[in-house]
Structure formats: C-alpha cells, structure tokens
C-alpha cells in the first residue's frame, strides 16, 4: 500500500462516525416524495364533508394532502364557516386551499357567491382565505344548448376574471368531455379558448374528462402552452365502462403528462375521484400513495 493509502486510526474513527452519521439522516429520496405538495378537490369527499367538514379535513391531512381545492361556496360561507373559521382550520392542519370551485349562477340565480351573483364578494372571501385560483367548475346542460352559449361565457369570464385579477387571482376553467363535442360544427373548447383573454383566463385540465373526450392532454399543452395551471388528477378504469378509478390503478400514463407540466405551466395539481367503488378516503389514500411513485 501506497504511503498517501495508509490510513490512521484516527482517521478510521473519524469516517466511521461520519458514516454513522449519514445513517441517521433520513433517506434524501423518500423526502422529496414526502415533500410533495399533493392536492385533493374535496368534491371527492363531498358527503363525509357535509357531515363532519373538521374531522375529515384532519384525515385528509394524516393521509398527507398538503392542498386543498374547495368546492360549494355559498353566501359568505365555505362548509359552513366564515372565510376567518374555515382560514384557521386550515392553518391548525396544516392545510392550504390554494383553489375553489364556483358556478356561473345562471342555473341557480338565488345563490350568492356565483359568477352572475354576488361575484365581488365571493372573489374577496377567496382571498381572505389564501386562495390564488376561482375556478369555474362546470356548465350545466341548460346552459349550453348552443354554441352562442359558450361565445357568452366567454364574455362572462373575460369580465368575471377582471375581478380576480384586480384581488391578485387569477380565474379559470374547468372542463369536462362535453365541451370536445362538436357543436354547430365547432369544438365548444376552441370557443372558450379564443373568446378569451388567455392572461385573464386560464384552464384546469381535467385529465380524465379529456381522455375521456379521446384528447391528448399533452397535445393540449402543446397547442396551448402555458394557459393549464390547473389539473385534475384522476384515473380511468381499463374497462369498456371506462369508469372512475384511484390514481395509478387505471389506463393513463400519468408520469407522461407530468413530464410536460412546464409546458403546460402547471402550479397545482389535486387529485379528485367523482365516483368512489372503494370508500373515498381508501379511494384517496390509494391515490395519494401512487401519486408519490411519479417524478413530479
């Protein structure tokens, strides 16, 4: 052995309690995964929220979800508490609400806290509580029966994210399949898309409802980059049914769609199952733990 080899007892010492050092410390991999700010809209759990909105938010949190997107504000309230009660039951769980989901009104038009009614307080309740996206969920059937119906939505939320903005928020889109449907000879989307000012109003794809739609989500970011934020996680079942399914036991490949997040400029994304075969909580907990195996 060469002299520079050798080495002295002291150093021997030295690097074996070096090396049982770095035994100690956590594995660096486990915790970046564990680190992931996982989201969840809480739609998913919309019946044990209705009951008991504190002792399921708690579990929500003991699975690990970091981020939540709300869903049925109405009148000042979001479960049922001021924008003060809900902030600090977040805050004691460590959780964010970094999203909600509204409506237009036009359905509903006695509801306050929709896009047609009650609009500025709604947006100033979002901000009370951290939000930093008001997303419109969803165009009831009504609503859409032609396409002059979407070029008027269009103008709505052009106008209603005027409003986000001015409260440093930013307004979005939520689709389904419907609007991959041809319609008068267009693609209802393509309305939404063009009628709107892309730095107002952004889109939170629902990854499910356009494969569903057999659309390309990557294809999408592509031919829209930047303008995604927003997505909903979720899986579809390898079956003719094509059902509803945990994350990561279904037919999307998830870690190609992530791997284009920067395309699309994804923020947040929040995992939601609309119907649950499992209970919704081993529905979520599934997705949780296979959401950590993607390179996110």
Not at 11 to 16: N, S, T
Not at 18 to 41: E, M
Not at 167 to 189: R, T, V
Not at 263 to 276: P, S
């Amino acid at each position: 052995m060469y002299q520079s080899e050798k080495m002295t007892r002291q150093q021997f010492l030295k690097l074996g309690a070096l090396a049982a050092s770095a035994a100690l410390l956590p594995n660096l991999d486990a915790f970046a995964q564990s680190s992931k700010k996982v989201g969840l809209q809480l739609y998913t759990l919309r019946d044990l929220m209705a009951k008991d909105p504190e002792g399921t938010l708690k579990k929500v949190a003991d699975i690990g979800y970091k981020e939540m997107e709300l869903f049925g504000y109405a009148d000042g309230k979001f479960f049922g508490k001021t924008p003060a009660e809900f902030a600090a039951l977040l805050k004691n769980l460590g959780l964010t609400a970094p999203s909600g989901h509204y409506t237009t009104g036009k359905t509903m038009p006695t509801v306050k806290g929709t896009l047609t009614n009650d609009w500025k307080r709604a947006v100033d309740d979002a901000a009370a509580i951290g939000q930093k996206y008001m997303v419109c969920a969803y165009l009831f059937p009504n609503e859409r029966t032609k396409l002059d119906d979407y070029k008027q939505f269009a103008d709505l939320f052009n106008k209603s994210a005027e409003v986000v903005k001015a409260a440093g928020m930013q307004f979005c889109y939520h689709n389904h399949d419907f609007e991959f449907q041809s319609l008068d000879g267009q693609m209802p989307y393509d309305v939404l898309l063009k009628g709107t000012d892309p730095n107002l109003v952004k889109l939170e794809l629902d990854l499910y409802w356009a494969t569903f739609a057999k659309q390309d989500p990557v294809a999408l970011f592509k031919k829209h980059p930047g303008r995604f934020p927003l997505w909903h996680v979720k899986d579809m079942e390898k079956t003719a049914e094509r059902a509803f399914a945990p994350v990561g036991t279904g037919s999307i490949d998830f870690q190609r769609i992530f791997d284009a997040k920067k395309i699309a400029g994804m923020t947040h994304y929040f995992v939601e199952q609309d119907v649950c075969k499992l209970p919704p909580l081993e529905s979520i907990a599934i997705s949780y733990k296979n959401v950590q195996k993607l390179r996110v």
